[in-house]
Each structure stands twice: as structure tokens, then as C-alpha cells.
Nanobody, 125 residues
Framework: QLQLVESGGGLVQPGGSLRLSCAAPGSTLAYYTIAWFRQAPGKEREGGSS????????NYVASVKGRFTISRDNDKNTAYLQMNTLGPEDTAIYYC??????????????????WGQGTQVTVSS
């Protein structure tokens, strides 16, 4: 059973940066396509970025493209989300998710089989 553990969330001022981590202790992360989702209060969970198993391919939604960078280090069984130029609209609980399939274009919640517990990101002055 794959376990995903997010970390790195916190409070940041508008315009600031954060880097989130998604660790998979005891598992081989290279077997999985990884995505980052977020859920703001009162809103549905939405996908933002995904990365292929090898890390060669990435995919972003328009709202984060150019500001967020997804990456992974399979030797460390960890994926990352570098978030720059954060704004209040980025305030949400951030989740990493995994699927066995190779496709990275999907951001349907039901297409991902394993989820972390989430980490809170709050952007406020």
C-alpha cells in the first residue's frame, strides 16, 4: 500500500514562495505518476500539476503555469512542488496523489488512487 506524506506548507506573504514535498516512505515512487491537487475552503478539489514516472514530462493547469514547478527525485522517493509568486487565491490544502497509469494529462480526482493527508498553504499579509 502506497503511503504519501506531504510537508512544507505554512503561512507566506503574497508574492512569496514555498516548496512542498511529497514523500513515499517504504515505497518505490518511480512506479507512479504524481500530481498535486489543492482544495480551497468551500471549493472542490482541483488538480494543478502532474509529472511522469521518469520526471521527463510535466503538465500544468493555466492558473499555476509559469509560477509552480513540479519535480521529483526517485532516488529519494520524493516529489516536490515549488510555488512562486503566491497570491491569496493559492490559499488551500495541497495534496499529492499517485496513479499507476502513465498518462499525466488527467486531473480527475477519481483517476488517482493514492492520496496524502494534505498540507495547508495560507497566503496572507
Amino acid at each position: 500500500q502506497l503511503q504519501l506524506v506531504e510537508s512544507g506548507g505554512g503561512l507566506v506573504q503574497p508574492g512569496g514562495s514555498l516548496r512542498l514535498s511529497c514523500a513515499a516512505p517504504g515505497s518505490t515512487l518511480a512506479y507512479y505518476t504524481i500530481a498535486w491537487f489543492r482544495q480551497a475552503p468551500g471549493k472542490e478539489r482541483e488538480g494543478g500539476s502532474s509529472i511522469s514516472k521518469t520526471g521527463l514530462y510535466t503538465n500544468y493547469v493555466a492558473s499555476v503555469k509559469g509560477r509552480f514547478t513540479i519535480s521529483r527525485d526517485n532516488d529519494k522517493n520524493t516529489a516536490y512542488l515549488q510555488m512562486n509568486t503566491l497570491g491569496p487565491e493559492d490559499t488551500a490544502i495541497y495534496y499529492c496523489a499517485a496513479r499507476m497509469q502513465w498518462e499525466i494529462e488527467t486531473f480527475e480526482v477519481t483517476d488517482y488512487d493514492w492520496w496524502g493527508q494534505g498540507t495547508q498553504v495560507t497566503v496572507s499579509s
